[in-house]
Protein backbone atom coordinates (compact mmCIF):
# COMPACT_ATOMS: atom_id res chain seq x y z
CA UNK A 1 0.00 0.00 0.00
CA UNK A 2 1.32 3.34 -0.97
CA UNK A 3 2.92 5.97 1.90
CA UNK A 4 -0.48 7.82 0.71
CA UNK A 5 -2.98 5.43 1.42
CA UNK A 6 -1.67 4.60 4.25
CA UNK A 7 -2.08 7.63 6.20
CA UNK A 8 -5.28 8.36 4.71
CA UNK A 9 -6.25 4.86 6.54
CA UNK A 10 -5.00 6.08 9.08
CA UNK A 11 -6.66 9.76 9.58
CA UNK A 12 -10.05 7.60 8.70
CA UNK A 13 -9.46 5.62 11.37
CA UNK A 14 -8.92 8.86 13.71
CA UNK A 15 -11.78 10.37 12.37
CA UNK A 16 -13.70 7.50 12.87
CA UNK A 17 -13.27 7.01 16.20
CA UNK A 18 -13.70 10.83 17.10
CA UNK A 19 -17.46 10.89 18.77
CA UNK A 20 -18.55 14.18 17.07
CA UNK A 21 -17.98 12.10 13.82
CA UNK A 22 -19.37 8.78 15.36
CA UNK A 23 -22.93 10.56 16.01
CA UNK A 24 -23.37 12.37 13.19
CA UNK A 25 -22.82 8.84 11.40
CA UNK A 26 -25.58 7.78 13.80
CA UNK A 27 -27.79 9.74 11.35
CA UNK A 28 -29.73 7.59 9.03
CA UNK A 29 -29.72 10.49 6.29
CA UNK A 30 -26.28 10.30 6.13
CA UNK A 31 -25.46 7.00 6.30
CA UNK A 32 -27.67 7.52 2.80
CA UNK A 33 -25.56 9.90 1.71
CA UNK A 34 -22.41 8.06 2.29
CA UNK A 35 -23.74 4.96 0.56
CA UNK A 36 -24.53 7.28 -2.12
CA UNK A 37 -21.18 8.73 -2.54
CA UNK A 38 -19.73 5.10 -2.35
CA UNK A 39 -21.60 4.11 -5.59
CA UNK A 40 -20.49 6.97 -7.43
CA UNK A 41 -17.34 6.09 -8.85
CA UNK A 42 -18.82 2.38 -10.48
CA UNK A 43 -21.85 4.96 -12.12
CA UNK A 44 -19.25 6.98 -13.73
CA UNK A 45 -17.40 4.33 -14.79
CA UNK A 46 -20.43 2.53 -16.60
CA UNK A 47 -21.91 5.94 -17.91
CA UNK A 48 -18.07 6.29 -19.45
CA UNK A 49 -18.32 3.19 -20.71
CA UNK A 50 -21.80 3.33 -22.03
CA UNK A 51 -20.45 6.82 -24.02
CA UNK A 52 -17.51 4.94 -25.29
CA UNK A 53 -19.35 2.41 -26.99
CA UNK A 54 -21.77 4.69 -28.28
CA UNK A 55 -19.04 6.80 -29.84
CA UNK A 56 -17.47 3.97 -31.21
CA UNK A 57 -21.10 3.00 -32.86
CA UNK A 58 -21.09 6.24 -34.22
CA UNK A 59 -17.97 6.15 -35.62
CA UNK A 60 -18.53 2.87 -36.97
CA UNK A 61 -15.59 1.32 -34.72
CA UNK A 62 -14.94 -2.35 -33.32
CA UNK A 63 -15.06 -1.81 -29.18
CA UNK A 64 -12.45 -3.75 -27.19
CA UNK A 65 -15.27 -6.50 -26.38
CA UNK A 66 -16.20 -6.77 -30.15
CA UNK A 67 -12.29 -7.41 -30.95
CA UNK A 68 -11.82 -9.80 -28.02
CA UNK A 69 -15.16 -11.52 -29.07
CA UNK A 70 -13.23 -11.65 -33.18
CA UNK A 71 -9.87 -12.90 -31.66
CA UNK A 72 -11.40 -15.90 -30.04
CA UNK A 73 -13.40 -16.86 -33.26
CA UNK A 74 -10.24 -16.27 -35.05
CA UNK A 75 -8.52 -18.86 -32.18
CA UNK A 76 -11.14 -21.29 -32.58
CA UNK A 77 -11.35 -21.44 -36.22
CA UNK A 78 -7.60 -21.85 -36.31
CA UNK A 79 -8.02 -25.05 -33.99
CA UNK A 80 -10.16 -26.34 -35.85
CA UNK A 81 -8.82 -25.97 -39.18
CA UNK A 82 -5.36 -27.39 -37.30
CA UNK A 83 -7.79 -30.31 -36.11
CA UNK A 84 -9.10 -30.69 -39.79
CA UNK A 85 -5.95 -30.99 -41.60
CA UNK A 86 -4.25 -33.55 -39.24
CA UNK A 87 -7.18 -35.48 -39.74
CA UNK A 88 -6.96 -35.09 -43.86
CA UNK A 89 -3.27 -36.15 -43.64
CA UNK A 90 -4.25 -39.09 -41.86
CA UNK A 91 -6.06 -40.30 -44.78
Known amino acids: MSSFKKTLMKQGLK ?3 DP ?6 QDERVMKAVM ?3 TVPGKVQSFT ?3 V ?3 AKVMN ?3 EDEVNDLKRQ ?4 EEELSRLDKTDKRR
Open 74 to 77: IRRL
Open 49 to 51: NEQ
Open 61 to 63: LAT
Open 53 to 55: EKL
Open 20 to 25: RVMKVM
Open 15 to 17: LMS
Open 36 to 38: QMM
